[in-house]
């Protein structure tokens, strides 16, 4: 076996395609919106390393599955269900995150990001660990991470401030609005916006997000269609085939330099404290409720702060011992012992 030269094609979670020059990677997860799972990680950053390594690909183009999502960051089910449960195994799934990113960051090829529906939470900080990124007009961006008990640190938070400016970076991490395309365009989020909504089969500029809204369902003739997104894709894919390899490799070193010194001085301290923090409550509530597809309770953890009570530990501290059969750690709020059922002084 070559490293340098061998190509795996049995991928599970994503499609690799080659042609004229340019690979193609698409996650294709569009049951969940293109959400990424730790299987999936690992081979996205297996085939931006085979996109690297590859002479005969000169660009790189990275989509999603279908005309709702580029995608949609971590598979937040998965979260829920496995690392809530064993929170330093979430430390092990931020060291593969981490090579995903930099697998992009450090192809030494231009990586254009194909915008071919919402990219949220990481799937933003995917789209800016590319170089360009063209958006069809229906899809938007935005970060997620403080209205689900996480921290948008796997890119949002470094690359965001040097992207669309401090003001602006704190506006879509702390209010977890929708970025529009253009909004998207004008605050240098991406290159290029193209149409994407059709109206009884032609093209519509600048459509309402009721328009919008019309064409996702398929309703009164309106409809989606990426084929202008492909178009400029191609074309800007092209320009850059155009380019010689060494300068292209160069210039992206180079300019890499603020986001690489944001990230490395900051993905360490990330990952291990979103891993800690995956223990507390936070993150237990924020994602359950996601999965139940319910609002988080946000105010009942801040009401307990405010009364004296644990906002981290569901059932308060480990702080009691049963008088009976003297276990210890047992949480401030239980009333009874979870070993032997004696009767304690729950404070809940």
């Known amino acids: 076996m070559d490293v340098l030269t061998d190509r795996k094609t049995d991928f599970e979670e994503i499609f690799y395609e080659k042609k004229n020059w340019v690979a193609r990677i698409t996650i294709n997860r569009p049951f969940n919106y293109n959400a990424y799972s730790t299987n999936c990680l690992e081979e996205l950053a297996t085939a931006f390393r085979q996109a690297s390594f590859d002479d005969e690909v000169a660009v790189i183009v990275y989509t999603g599955a279908g005309d709702r999502a580029f995608c949609t960051g971590g598979d937040v089910k998965e979260y829920q269900e496995r690392y ?29 990001a194909r915008l071919n529906g919402m990219a949220v939470g990481g799937g933003n900080e995917s789209q800016m660990a590319c170089d360009l990124a063209i958006i069809a007009e229906h899809a938007w961006i935005g970060q997620v991470g403080s209205g689900v008990g996480s921290v948008a640190a796997g890119g949002a938070t470094q690359w965001l401030p040097i992207t669309v400016g401090d003001r602006r970076a704190r506006y879509i991490l702390m209010t977890n609005r929708r970025i529009p395309a253009y909004q998207a365009l004008d605050w240098g989020l991406v290159n290029e916006v193209v149409p994407s909504v059709k109206k009884d089969g032609e093209f519509i500029v600048k459509a309402t997000p009721e328009q919008i809204k019309l064409a996702q369902k398929g309703k009164e003739g309106y409809s989606i269609d990426l084929s202008m997104l492909d178009e400029a894709t191609e074309k800007l894919a092209q320009e850059l085939v155009d380019k010689f390899a060494e300068c292209i490799r160069y210039t992206k070193e180079q300019t890499n330099f603020w986001k690489n010194l944001a990230w490395h001085n900051t993905i360490g301290h990330a990952r291990d404290w979103l891993s800690i923090h995956y223990s507390s409550w936070e993150p237990m509530e924020g994602m359950s409720a996601f999965v139940e597809k319910r609002p988080p309770n946000y105010r009942l953890l801040r009401q307990r702060a405010a009364e004296g009570k644990s906002s981290e530990f569901i059932w308060g501290p480990y702080t009691q011992t049963c008088p009976n059969c003297d276990a210890k750690n047992i949480p401030e709020y239980f009333e009874f012992c979870g070993a032997c059922g004696a009767e304690l002084n729950g404070k809940g």
Do not use: C, Q
């Open 84 to 112: 809530t449960r064993s929170p330093h195994d979430y430390w092990k799934y931020m060291k593969l995150f981490g090579a995903y990113i930099e697998s992009i960051v450090n192809t030494g090829k231009p990586v254009i």
